[in-house]
């Protein structure tokens, strides 16, 4: 069965940087397109990012751009999340998906002084 395991989260302080992890498993990871959204406390669920199968193609959330980086590695069944310049708007539940079905249970990211 489709298994998509978050990790990395944890307690950071504003500047700082966390990569997140997400270990995918019952399926062909390389054929597909996978993402991470966000979701804060009363707040909707928030895109962050996605990449193509191959990894050769990214789009990222405004709130994001220019801080984040999407990436992939086909050979571990891994997708990254490299978070730099944190914020504490930045915190939230981050989750691994890939789009449209399957989801992770989420890793809980706070970003504090």
């Known amino acids: 069965q489709v298994q998509l395991v978050e990790s990395g989260g944890g307690l950071v302080q504003p500047g700082g940087s966390l990569r997140l992890s997400c270990a995918a498993s019952g399926f062909t990871f390389s054929v597909y397109a996978m993402a991470w959204y966000r979701q804060a406390p009363g707040k909707e669920r928030e895109y962050v990012a996605s990449i193509t199968g191959s990894g050769s193609g990214a789009n990222y959330g405004d709130s994001v751009r220019g801080r984040f980086t999407i990436s992939r590695e086909n050979a571990k069944n891994t997708l990254y999340l490299q978070m730099t310049k944190l914020r504490p708007e930045d915190t939230a539940v981050y989750y691994c998906?890939?789009?449209?079905?399957?989801w992770g249970q989420g890793t809980q990211v706070t970003v504090s002084s």
């Open positions: 998906t890939r789009p449209n079905d399957y």
